[in-house]
């Protein structure tokens, strides 16, 4: 190899292992999850040390769903952001649902549909009647038409009716199941799959949201229990209201007014002490031990873990999920003052304080 080959090709080495450093240069760094924040009367997002990622500016903001966030702007028009606050999407329609599965519902005068992430009107529903759609899930989104009468049915990414619009009521689909009500068959609830066949028949006075972690709660005559996706009863009725399972764990209402937290056994693991009580999420609960509705300031509001054991004790406040390592916090100085909102971490040490 002559010298000026070797040069040539050592030259063009370095060039093609410096190329990627200035590609990745030029693309914004991710900050991580963001979090909406109130300042002043506007909407902005914080990142998860609580510095402010996207300045105040908006009339509303909701929490970024697939890498974006719905948002009003000052002059009272949906669009989505991305998470340097770029306007990546907005259009003469309404956004009426986050990003699901790549697909946001939006509506006009004459027009439902859903939009791609380009903003794109990807369907739009030009059924006769319909008058109400739904966010996809697992592939599949309830519409609702009227003809004399409520009924629902489902659509695929395609636009195609793949469950013809024939039920009463129904769920959205979660593990492959959703609830469904046929009045014209019995006023009772059952699981339906993909194609709108009752896997598990309507039987059930009411059937809770969804399957969750296998198991979906269920109320006969007036007690709820679970049951699995064939239908049989796992843990027997017996509560006054049951919550979906999450990390293992369900909170059940017993008959005493308590809330208290079940394993899939059924064995009773958190003993029944709560006024309210949220699911687990990220290791923790949001719980309420004296709820008073004559007294604004409810006791005992905080977070337990696994053991039931409170490790964040906060009050009076009102409590959200641990969502990407951050609760929200909602605090009420009464009955008649605008709440203000901060956020905690995992220690219930304060990464923003609450503002309005």
Request: charged residues 25%.
């Amino acid at each position: 190899m002559t010298k000026t080959a070797f040069m040539f090709l050592f030259s063009l080495l370095v060039f093609s292992c410096a190329l990627p450093d200035v590609q990745q240069a030029d693309q914004p760094k991710d900050p991580g999850p963001l979090f909406p924040v109130y300042v002043n009367g506007k909407w902005g997002y914080i990142d998860i040390t609580g510095k402010i990622a996207i300045e105040p500016q908006f009339q509303e903001a909701h929490p970024f769903s697939e890498g974006l966030a719905r948002v009003e702007d000052s002059e009272g028009n949906d669009a989505f952001i991305n998470k340097t606050g770029k306007t990546v999407i907005k259009g003469d329609f309404h956004i009426s649902s986050d990003f699901s599965e790549g697909l946001a519902t939006i509506w006009n005068d004459g027009l439902l549909g859903y939009i791609d992430r380009k903003g794109r009107l990807a369907i739009r529903l030009d059924k006769p009647n319909v008058i109400g759609i739904r966010p996809f899930s697992e592939g599949l989104a309830a519409f609702r038409i009227y003809d004399g009468k409520w009924q629902w049915g489902f659509i695929d990414k395609s636009g195609n009716v793949v469950i013809e619009p024939t039920l009463y009521a129904v769920g959205d689909f979660r593990e492959g199941l959703a609830r469904a009500m046929n009045p014209h068959e019995t006023p009772h609830w059952g699981f339906i799959d993909k194609t709108g066949e009752f896997v598990i028949k309507p039987r059930f006075h009411v059937a809770g949201l969804q399957f969750s972690e296998g198991l979906a709660a269920v109320r006969l005559k007036n007690d709820w229990g679970y049951i699995n996706k064939k239908g049989e009863i796992v843990i027997e009725p017996q509560f006054k209201w049951a919550e979906p399972f999450s990390e293992g764990l369900a909170f059940v209402k017993v008959w005493g007014d308590k809330y208290g937290c079940i394993d899939k056994t059924g064995k009773m693991v958190i003993q029944p002490q709560f006024a309210f009580a949220e699911k687990f999420c990220e290791g923790l609960a949001a719980v309420v031990m004296d709820d008073d509705p004559t007294d604004w300031e409810c006791e005992g509001m905080g977070f337990i873990d696994k053991n039931g054991q409170f490790v964040i004790d906060l009050l009076p406040n009102e409590l959200q999920d641990f969502r990407n390592g951050l609760a929200r916090v909602e605090i009420w100085p009464d009955e008649q003052e605008e709440p203000t909102y901060g956020y905690i971490d995992k220690t219930g040490a304060w990464v923003w304080k609450p503002t309005k």
